[in-house]
């Protein structure tokens, strides 16, 4: 879109081409003017403790059962540490550590 942009396209027509909306290219545009990227910021606010402690303890338990489901993960995790995490919390976690199944 950016691309576009910079080829010097009618707004119209990027709007046309790639469905989004005005003020969606003037967002991006005025993004990277200013920080010179357009990558997404991160969410304020203060890390979540429940995944920061997953995080730090998960890479043991997959390896320790690498084949297992995420369903698994999350009644193993609260076996062993005595605190629940949902599914979409553990599936995160394994995304942020790079965990995939082979």
């Known amino acids: 879109m950016l691309h576009a942009v910079d080829e010097g ?9 790639f ?13 990277r003017r200013e920080t ?3 990558v997404p910021r991160p969410i ?3 890390p ?3 995944m920061t402690a997953v995080e730090m303890g998960l890479q043991e338990l997959l390896e320790a059962h690498p084949g297992a489901r995420v369903q ?17 919390t553990m ?12």
Do not use: F, N
Not at 19 to 31: E, H, L
Not at 91 to 100: D, F, Q
């Open 19 to 31: 469905q989004v909306s005005r003020a969606t290219i003037k967002r991006y545009v005025k993004q």
């Open 44 to 46: 304020p606010g203060r």
């Open 36 to 38: 010179g990227t357009v």
């Open 72 to 88: 698994g993960y999350c009644r193993w995790w609260e076996a062993e540490h005595g605190m629940q995490v949902s599914s979409a």
């Open 91 to 102: 599936s995160r976690a394994m995304h942020h550590l790079g965990w995939t199944r082979t």
């Open 48 to 50: 979540s403790k429940k």
């Open 9 to 17: 396209r009618s707004r119209a027509e990027i709007i046309d081409i």
